[in-house]
């Protein structure tokens, strides 16, 4: 029953999720259906003194929890109807721009700004890792690794971390200026390393290459401008390889060496980025038969 003056309200309803079919009948894209998904729930998990708005005077009219689509809209600055369209699965074009929008307005952090771009088909960023306290971490990995040889580069193929059997059986990073303690300059200038290497163009040039690659996605980076222009000054390999514009990825590989102490020996390498620190590359080199393994072992225990 309502009193007679009393206008009565309309029921509530639920806001419609994303159909997994457009109107024509024809199956959405599934990263669109995952993407409306994603926006629905970070919008209903946020209450609106969360993102500095008043509070309702009266919460109970809301029909769904949290924000509204128009409130979103109105954080993000775009407009409403888009943003419906958006939740909808509609098969739109987010730009950059309103995509990293949209992200402060709903208050993400940066795995979930990381999600909202890949879901958007954005390229997603990798952060560089402030390696401070991750530094005791990362050593304690490499060591765990020995008797294999391992070591960390980061953005810059700057070393990172290496092991004892690094030192040891490859090159000692510590022997190495500080501002040359990179893989580049390692492999492209250090006379003893180089000559420890049955094969050292086909190496030097793989390196190369994916450097190159790097590089290549990080064009307004001063540090990588002013390590080509060093490298080409100081080593005319580099410099004449660095022209043809080389590109290649990583791929499987067995290195020999020549060690004075340990003989010959060949070394299997991996490639791995840590989950929590992708920007930063773990290679190992673990030796390829039992033989080139006791050899190893033989060397360290005898340090």
């Known amino acids: 029953m309502t009193n007679d003056n009393e206008t009565p309200r309309p029921a509530r309803r639920a806001e419609p999720a994303a159909s997994p079919r457009a109107q024509n009948g024809t199956p959405r894209p599934a990263r669109r259906v995952e993407l409306a998904a994603f926006l629905r729930a970070q919008r209903a998990r ?14 109970g009219r809301r029909r769904t929890p949290g924000l509204r689509r128009e409130e979103v809209a109105e954080l993000s600055g775009v407009g409403v109807t888009w943003y419906t369209w958006l939740e ?14 949209l992200a402060r307005a709903l208050r993400l952090d940066p795995d979930q700004r990381r999600h909202l771009r890949a879901l958007a088909g954005l390229a997603t960023a990798v952060g560089e890792t402030q390696l401070g306290d991750a530094l005791p971490r990362l050593q304690r990995l490499v060591d765990a690794a020995a008797p294999t040889i391992a070591s960390i580069y980061d953005t810059h193929f700057d070393y ?8 040891r059986l490859r090159h000692d990073p510590a022997a190495l200026p500080a501002d040359r303690r990179n893989l580049l300059w390692m492999m492209f200038t250090d006379t003893q390393s180089r000559a420890r290497m049955v ?9 190369l290459s994916q450097f190159r690659a ?11 401008a002013t390590m080509v222009a060093e490298l080409s000054e100081a080593s005319p ?5 660095w022209a043809t514009y080389p590109i290649r990825d990583f791929r499987p590989a067995t290195i020999r060496i020549d060690h004075p102490e340990a003989g010959r020996l060949d070394l299997e390498l991996f490639q791995f980025h840590p989950v929590e620190h992708p920007d930063l590359l773990m290679v190992l080199q673990v030796p390829a038969s039992k033989d080139d393994l006791q050899r190893v072992v033989s060397l360290l225990d005898g340090s």
């Open 46 to 59: 946020l209450r609106p003194v969360d993102v500095g708005l008043p509070e309702d005077l009266d919460p």
């Open 88 to 101: 909808q699965g509609r098969n739109i074009a987010a730009s950059e721009q309103v995509v990293d929008a």
């Open 160 to 167: 990172v971390v290496w092991n004892t059997p690094y030192a």
């Open 199 to 207: 094969r050292w163009e086909p190496a030097a040039r793989a390196v």
């Open 214 to 224: 790097v590089v290549g996605r990080r064009p307004d980076d001063p540090r990588f």
């Open 237 to 241: 390999e580099f410099r004449a390889w």
